[in-house]
């Protein structure tokens, strides 16, 4: 009766159903997963809701790639080192991808994404008919791409290469090297930037080590890629529905991209009116939440630096930007009785690394999100 796209086990992990539990009783859940900004008890200026106010948004301007001034107001977030006329306004970064599968692949290609990552990616490719297939990242006291795996990986149903830049959850940054070296594939590149406001500066950046994202992917000429970002991260608005994708790579292949994905875009029409006039003003006082956002995360990973150095049975695996943290726990027990003990006995919710197809034990993922005094007590409890 229904799609084979959707032929997913719908049956609640045991993990959830104890939080369930635990929740209709009443219970105090030290939540350290937080990914929700609107939760965690940031101050949100009050123009942000006033600029959703403007009348210009009782009219209806259908725009498939997005309103010329919301487009220029991205650009300037980039500080012009993007053209407006290469950014594709979309509903969120998973619309995103939608576009992005349906542009590059067909029902059976193949899309390459890292491991360990964010769990999303595989919903989302099997709701477009194209297939997953993993390239490892490796843990040598920093994230690393494997490129011998990832060029096995390769075959030729390849249609795409998705890096999530700085990555989810690892917080690891694509290389230079690695760039250079996914670029001379000649495969199409799709970096996922939510997170590269969030960098974090507790050692000097080499050039060995710096970052690379949308400024330097946007000036290269031999690839086609898409970078994607949006206000879900970038002012820590998940709610008001805009992300972008900025477009770069050959001439001729980026133009006919851009007219493929004006083409997807005005099939749905799907970004809000408001929120694209609105978007200047977003993108603008929205700096006061990114600032709290950054502030948060580096000193609620400086704490957990010194804690976890002072346990040595514990490690805290290196991250370079992010809203997360991965501690690597003793093997005692295994990931899942680890999260099940310590919400059970302890009312302390985190996650396991096998939601992000970790592929060795044991690691909790904590969320640096979290309010600083609940994740300094529940981590305590953790340490022991």
């Not at 390849?158 to 001379?184: H, M, Q, W, Y």
């Not at 060995?208 to 970002?229: I, K, Q």
């Not at 948060?296 to 695996?317: C, D, G, I, K």
Request: glycine share 4%; hydrophobic share 45%.
């Amino acid at each position: 009766m229904f799609s084979a796209r959707l032929d997913w086990n719908l049956a609640k992990n045991r993990l959830s159903e104890l939080l369930e539990a635990k929740r209709r009783g009443g219970a105090d859940i030290l939540d350290l997963t937080e990914s929700n900004p609107t939760r965690a008890g940031f101050a949100y200026p009050p123009a942000l809701v006033e600029a959703l106010a403007d009348q210009r948004s009782l009219l209806y301007e259908p725009a498939p790639l997005g309103l010329d001034t919301a487009r220029a107001a991205i650009s300037d977030y980039y500080r012009k080192r993007v053209s407006p006329e290469h950014i594709v306004l979309t509903a969120s970064t998973s619309e995103a991808y939608s576009y992005l599968f349906k542009l590059l692949a067909d029902p059976g290609d193949e899309i390459l994404v890292p491991r360990p990552s964010y769990p999303l990616f595989e919903f989302l490719a099997k709701l477009e008919s194209v297939r997953i297939v993993h390239y490892p990242l490796v843990y040598h006291r920093r994230w690393e791409i494997d490129l011998d795996a990832l060029r096995r990986a390769v075959t030729p149903r390849t249609r795409a290469i998705v890096t999530v830049n700085p990555n989810n959850p690892t917080g690891s940054f694509v290389k230079p090297a690695e760039l250079d070296a996914l670029c001379d594939l000649g495969i199409p590149l799709i970096s996922d930037e939510v997170f590269s406001d969030y960098a974090f500066c507790h050692a000097p950046l080499t050039e060995c080590n710096r970052a690379t994202t949308v400024r330097e992917w946007s000036g290269r000429a031999d690839v086609l890629s898409f970078c994607l970002s949006g206000l879900s991260k970038v002012v820590g608005l998940p709610q008001m529905k805009a992300a972008w994708i900025v477009t770069a790579g050959p001439r001729d292949l980026q133009q006919a991209a851009q007219k493929r994905l004006e083409f997807i875009a005005d099939s749905y029409l799907s970004v809000g009116t408001p929120v694209q006039h609105a978007l200047p003003r977003l993108l603008a006082e929205g700096c006061a939440v990114r600032r709290q956002i950054q502030q948060r995360t580096a000193s609620n990973l400086a704490w957990l630096r010194a804690a976890v150095a002072a346990s040595p049975a514990f490690e805290l695996l290196d991250v370079e930007a992010g809203w997360n943290a991965i501690l690597r726990v003793p093997r005692t027990r295994s990931e899942e009785d680890w999260c099940h003990w310590l919400l059970e006995q302890h009312n302390i919710l985190v996650q396991p690394g096998f939601f992000y197809d970790f592929e060795s034990e044991a690691h909790l993922v904590l969320s640096l999100l979290t309010r600083s005094e609940r994740l300094q007590a529940g981590v305590n409890v953790i340490l022991g």
